[in-house]
Nanobody
Framework: QVQLVESGGGSVQTGGSLRLSCAPSGLSVSDFSMAWFRQPPGKEREGVAAIRRDDLTAYTDSVRGRFTISRNNAKNTLSLRMNSLKPEDTGMYYC????????????????????WGQGTQVTV
């Protein structure tokens, strides 16, 4: 059974930093394409950052240059380093995984991922 557990969320002032972590069980991050999504209050879930099985990364325009997605295969974890946080970054952040090989914009589409965590709240 696959489970994804996020941690690291919290409240931070504008301009601050946070590091989110995702600890999967039942899958290896090295064998899956992984991503972070967020859902701002009253809005739809949106893709933030993704790292494909071949290490290709993708970011939504609003976070490029401020957020960095990475994975540690030895520890089997996924991380999202978030710098220069803005109020519009507020939302519930979710870790997601897929055994598929998303291409292009599909990397940041929620419909392309079939395993999800419960989320961790980020408030700026």
């Amino acid at each position: 059974q696959v489970q994804l557990v996020e941690s690291g969320g919290g409240s931070v002032q504008t301009g601050g930093s946070l590091r989110l972590s995702c600890a999967p069980s039942g899958l290896s991050v090295s064998d899956f394409s992984m991503a972070w999504f967020r859902q701002p209050p009253g809005k739809e879930r949106e893709g933030v950052a993704a790292i494909r099985r071949d290490d290709l990364t993708a970011y939504t325009d609003s976070v490029r240059g401020r957020f960095t997605i990475s994975r540690n295969n030895a520890k089997n974890t996924l991380s999202l380093r978030m710098n220069s946080l803005k109020p519009e970054d507020t939302g519930m952040y979710y870790c997601a995984a897929t055994s598929c090989y998303p291409v292009g914009s599909a990397l940041l589409e929620p419909s392309g991922y079939n395993f999800w965590g419960q989320g961790t709240q980020v408030t700026v």
